[in-house]
């Protein structure tokens, strides 16, 4: 249910973003999903799918990129997170800064236009 | 071979990549940003209450009015589904606007931006949201609250923290209801806090029970404290003029 809500935040930023762009369309939309975003992937590219069927959209593929939870540990600096354990792996350490894969972020998307001969 | 279709049109001959890199619900979180800055200058503790069905928050905000009274000025934000049963039970408490999400499962900072307005004019110290009951999809929204409390109740099972970590991960507070049905089932009070801990290990808790009014008080204590603390904070951020001063 809220990866429909997602999509549909999404395609509403993609849409603003290319309203002044005059006539063309997106075809392609790249999208960074963490390990922890708190989503389903299956089901964001099935909303996905299913809100893009129909005008003013045509199909754009979706490319998803998944990440893995990132933390500062306070004394090893960067780590990754495996598990959804929130434990620094090298140091055993509690006292972590999430900075990264625990969200959805809208990394890029691509824009189609017509050239002069054929618009 | 260009074969034209109605349906799928060929493909525009100049693509250009549009970067954009940002977090899907970023407006959806400026408007929560927003909202929080806005009570924290009011002097109201905006408090999310999130649990799975029936966990007991409305049965907490009831007792949460009863034990206070009218010491403090309480207002609440019930997000249902599609009826008003929860608004109906909390409306003769406190002032209570609902949030009807439409069959959505979970509520989002813009819809509770537009219950805040139907309050005012709004005088009051403590704005609770109740949120749609879900485990899963509200623990990804900030609704501009400056507290998350997450109940659990003891029916529940005491493995719960670790199945839904997002939303353990992102609460203060574990509060576990229902405390008389303790009994009459198999489950761990220091067990649940210690999950939850793996995940959050700052996270505090109070456990409660609705029916006889047992740690309410207790559970009353903390949110005073944390409206203290988001005030203090703030007042101390708005003066910063002499950072060596001592804090009172
Ligand atoms: N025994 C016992 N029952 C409780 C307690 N608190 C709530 N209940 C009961 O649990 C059921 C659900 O309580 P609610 O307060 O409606 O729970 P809720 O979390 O607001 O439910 P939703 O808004 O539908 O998600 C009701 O039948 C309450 O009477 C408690 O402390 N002890
Ligand atoms: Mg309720
Ligand atoms: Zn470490």
Redesign the pocket.
């Given at each position: 249910m809220h990866e429909r809500s997602l999509v549909l935040n999404l395609l509403r930023r993609v849409t603003e973003l290319t309203v002044e762009r005059g006539p063309g369309r997106v075809t392609e939309i790249d999208v960074e999903v963490g390990d922890f975003a708190g989503i389903e992937v299956d089901l964001f590219a099935s909303a996905f799918a299913q809100e893009t069927s129909e005008a003013p959209w045509c199909r754009p593929t979706l490319q998803i990129r998944r990440v893995k939870l990132r933390a500062e540990c306070v004394d090893c600096g960067p780590v990754e997170l495996t598990g959804m354990r929130f434990v620094c792996p090298t140091c055993g350490s509690t006292e972590l800064e999430i900075c990264g894969g625990d969200d959805v972020r809208l990394l890029s998307f691509t824009w189609a236009t017509a050239s002069e001969e054929l618009s | 071979m260009t074969a034209i279709s109605a349906t799928t049109p060929a493909p525009l001959p100049r693509e250009h990549v549009v970067v954009v890199n940002e977090p899907v619900l970023a407006q959806q979180r400026e408007v929560a940003q927003d909202l929080r800055s806005r009570c924290t200058a009011r002097g109201i503790l905006v408090v999310n209450l999130v649990s799975s069905p029936g966990a007991g928050?409305?049965s907490l905000l009831e007792a949460t009015a009863r034990h206070w009274k009218n010491r403090y000025r309480l207002a609440v934000l019930v997000g249902d589904l599609a009826t008003d049963r929860?608004a109906q039970r909390l409306a003769p408490l406190m002032p209570t606007a609902q949030l009807t999400t439409g069959g959505a499962c979970h509520l989002e900072a813009p819809l509770v931006a537009r219950g805040l307005q139907a309050l005012e004019p709004l005088e009051c110290d403590f704005l609770f949201v109740?949120n749609v009951?879900n485990l899963v999809c509200p623990a990804s929204h900030d609704l501009g609250e400056h507290v998350r409390a997450v109940l659990l109740s003891v029916t529940e099972g005491d493995d719960k923290p670790g199945k839904y970590p997002k939303m353990f991960r992102l609460s203060q507070l574990l509060v576990i209801s229902k405390l008389d049905l303790l009994p009459h089932v198999p489950f761990s009070v220091t067990a649940a806090i210690a999950d939850a801990r793996l995940i959050q290990p700052q996270i505090d808790h109070r456990e409660v029970c609705a029916v006889t009014g047992e740690g309410i008080a207790a559970w009353c204590d903390w949110l005073e404290f944390a409206r203290q603390r988001v005030l203090h904070d703030a007042a101390a951020a708005r003066s910063p003029a002499s950072p060596g001063a001592s804090v009172s």
């Open positions: - | 928050k409305t929860d109740e009951g």
